[in-house]
């Protein structure tokens, strides 16, 4: 096994780039995924296996492959204390990053030979370099098949800060690749955040570009018979669940970064309203805690017409949903 302790620095060779794998309890997928690591054309590759202390067999097999890997990539074990959670977990990896710019790969998919070569050469191949990177993938199942499921969305508005504080789009998390100088002139993340990709791709937009890679480099393992007919409970469930308190984590992340980016940047005030409208979402299935988020929300600039959308939304989830559906479908 090589470590970081073998890098080379010296001008003229590859840039050095660090392809960061990162798992948690994924012990039937992690050999998988660490092939494709080891399998890297690219040269001058530091790959971090990383376990976020799984109570499987995850870090066991890491070291198993770490301790029997005599290709030319230095390789470096990392096992988390405790578990972190992906912002977390994203901070360390890039305490441990020595390379230039960080690929990172989950412990459930599997990234095919060329990418990491593929996203090197887009990285370099104009004079202002992007600082972020992502890709098209192949969609798999658990067992490995391809699924005939909706390519990820993706948008070319990344320029319009504006538009990334209000709808938050993303890169797909599974294929992102980052400059490690510009995450590190924001410093780390917010131990919480889940959606990183979210987060990343925003602070990277603010100080460079986002490209994207037409070629399918990762293979992203999704899961299998998801429904878009929501009903009732489903679609409140898609608002006000899970996902309204990752959001408003996101919008806590932007907003700090775009002050640390700016503190006197013009959309400053409109990304605390963006941060309330939030607050107020992942609030409002307690009455009590809504009726304070209300009221900040109108204070910060939240429109009537954006709070009532809410109100809608919770007490006739099953009309909402049909017609969204029938708007999309119109698009």
């Not at 320029?159 to 998390?173: F, H, N, R």
């Not at 640390?260 to 607050?279: I, V």
């Amino acid at each position: 096994m090589r470590t970081s302790e073998n890098i080379d620095h010296s001008p003229g060779t590859q840039p050095l780039v660090t392809f960061a794998l990162f798992a948690y309890n994924q012990e039937q997928y992690i050999e998988q995924a660490i092939a494709g690591a080891f399998a890297q054309t690219y040269e001058n590759l530091e790959i971090i296996l990383s376990d976020d202390d799984s109570s499987d067999r995850t870090y066991q097999i890491m070291c198993d492959a770490a301790n029997s890997y005599s290709g030319p990539h230095r390789v470096v074990l990392n096992k988390n204390l405790q578990n972190s959670g992906i912002g977390a977990h994203v901070n360390r990896l890039m305490e441990l990053a020595h390379g230039e710019l960080v690929v990172v790969a989950a412990g459930d998919d599997i990234s095919l030979p060329q990418r990491t070569s593929k996203i090197v050469e887009c990285w370099m191949q104009n004079d202002q370099r992007p600082m972020s990177i992502h890709s098209a993938c192949i969609r798999i199942d658990a067992d490995g098949n391809t699924v005939n499921t909706k390519p990820p969305t993706w948008t070319d508005r990344w320029s319009d800060i504006g538009y990334l504080i209000k709808e938050q789009p993303t890169v797909e998390g599974a294929t992102h690749a980052w400059d490690t100088k510009a995450f590190r002139r924001f410093g780390p993340l917010l131990p919480d955040i889940v959606y990183e990709d979210k987060a990343m791709a925003f602070r990277m937009a603010l100080v460079g570009d986002v490209k994207f890679i037409e070629s399918q480099l990762v293979k992203y393992r999704v899961s299998v018979g998801v429904t878009r007919d929501y009903g009732r409970d489903d679609f409140r469930r898609q608002v006000f669940g899970p996902s309204a308190a990752r959001r408003l984590t996101v919008a806590k992340q932007m907003e700090i970064d775009l002050q640390n980016y700016c503190d006197s940047h013009p959309l400053l005030p409109f990304a605390r309203r963006c941060l309330a409208y939030r607050e107020l979402v992942y609030a409002f299935p307690d009455s009590n805690a809504r009726h304070k988020s209300r009221r900040n929300a109108r204070s910060k600039g939240v429109s009537i017409f954006q709070i009532a959308k809410l109100y809608i939304y919770f007490y006739f989830p099953r009309l909402s949903a049909r017609l969204l559906s029938r708007r999309k479908s119109a698009i």
